[in-house]
T-cell receptor, first 116, second 117 residues
Framework: AQKVTQAQTEISVVEKEDVTLDCVYE???????LFWYKQPPSGELVFLIR??????QNEISGRYSWNFQKSTSSFNFTITASQVVDSAVYFC?????????????FGTGTRLKVLA | EAGVAQSPRYKIIEKRQSVAFWCNPI?????LYWYQQILGQGPKLLIQ????????DSQLPKDRFSAERLKGVDSTLKIQPAKLEDSAVYLC???????????????FGPGTRLTVT
């Protein structure tokens, strides 16, 4: 069955600290996609990254980096030198094939508070 | 490039009333999604369209919710009659395509915050 677990409900850090948001997934498929989205206080979800199941290469984009490990079914997200503007709810999502299309499921989200 | 448009942004209704939400996806996006996001939770998929056909409505409460996608572009989501537990943010999203071995990222609209009293 398809499932995404974000065990950290809320994390608070002080500005400039590094923080890692955890995401663990379950899927029966060998082909699937993983995503991270950011939901700032304004409410609109913003796409951050997509990874397919065949690409385990880690990715870095500025202060953001992602660690994909199929062996542990995890797709963790690290923010380096956090800033107040990083305060938001972050969602991990899984998309797997079902009857010719892809079905999405979101985790419950991790609320990140970055304190000045 | 224009983003996903939704209206209204806010709606307050009494229980047992009906309400409709409208969504205009990004031009050229074949896949359209409606989500319900209850406060403190992740988005829950209600219905997914590929062009103007439904590909997944397994979590749509069909006794009270309905949705259509006109000519494969705009979409409306209706609730009739509304219940207190329908209070939530209703999010519309679109993506280039979802299928054929490929799953694109979704682009979300600002959402409609519904309060049922």
């Amino acid at each position: 069955a398809q499932k995404v677990t974000q065990a950290q409900t809320e994390i608070s850090v002080v500005e400039k600290e590094d923080v890692t948001l955890d995401c663990v997934y379950e899927t029966r498929d060998t082909t699937y996609y993983l995503f991270w989205y950011k939901q700032p206080p304004s409410g609109e979800l913003v796409f951050l990254i997509r990874r397919n199941s065949f690409d385990e290469q880690n990715e870095i984009s500025g202060r953001y980096s992602w660690n994909f490990q199929k062996s542990t079914s995890s797709f963790n997200f690290t923010i380096t030198a956090s800033q107040v503007v990083d305060s938001a709810v972050y969602f991990c999502a899984l998309s797997e094939a079902d009857s010719g299309t892809y079905k999405y499921i979101f985790g419950t989200g991790t609320r990140l508070k970055v304190l000045a | 490039e224009a983003g996903v448009a939704q209206s209204p942004r806010y709606k307050i209704i009494e229980k047992r009333q009906s309400v409709a939400f409208w969504c205009n996806p990004i031009s050229g996006h074949a896949t359209l999604y409606w989500y319900q996001q209850i406060l403190g939770q992740g988005p829950k998929l209600l219905i997914q369209f590929q062009n103007n056909g439904v590909v997944d409505d397994s979590q749509l409460p069909k006794d009270r919710f309905s949705a259509e996608r006109l000519k494969g572009v705009d979409s409306t989501l209706k609730i009739q009659p509304a219940k207190l537990e329908d209070s939530a943010v209703y999010l519309c999203a679109s993506s280039l395509i979802s299928g054929g071995g490929y799953s694109n990222e979704q682009y979300f609209g600002p959402g409609t915050r519904l309060t049922v009293t």
